[in-house]
Nanobody
Framework: QVQLVESGGGSVQAGGALRLSCAAY????????MGWFRQAPGKEREGVAA????????YYADSVKERFTISKDTAKNTLYLQMNSLKPEDTAMYYC??????????????WGQGTQVTVS
């Protein structure tokens, strides 16, 4: 059974940084993507960043390029999202996902419970 458990969210001032973690229990696929998505109140869920578990290729939404970095520690089976230069518009619930492709949420099979990020 696959379980994704996020951590690392919190409140930070604009310009600050946070690192999100996602422990992936029972997920060992290396032929598709893991990703981070976010959803702000009243808005649709959007893809933030994704990484292909095979070769490590990464994908980013334009709004976070040069500020966010996705990475994966294969030994720990943990996905990370380093978020720098945070802006108030980055405020959202952030979700880890696995078993999909790119930044389209509809393609992902597994989801974590989410971790809140608030930027003031």
């Amino acid at each position: 059974q696959v379980q994704l458990v996020e951590s690392g969210g919190g409140s930070v001032q604009a310009g600050g940084a946070l690192r999100l973690s996602c422990a992936a229990y029972g997920y060992t696929r290396s032929d598709n993507c893991m990703g981070w998505f976010r959803q702000a109140p009243g808005k649709e869920r959007e893809g933030v960043a994704a990484i292909f578990t095979g070769d490590g290729a990464t994908y980013y939404a334009d709004s976070v390029k040069e500020r966010f970095t996705i990475s994966k520690d294969t030994a720990k089976n943990t996905l990370y999202l380093q978020m720098n230069s945070l802006k108030p518009e980055d405020t959202a619930m952030y979700y880890c996902a696995a078993g999909g492709w790119g930044l389209s949420s509809v393609r992902y099979n597994y989801w974590g419970q989410g971790t809140q990020v608030t930027v003031s």
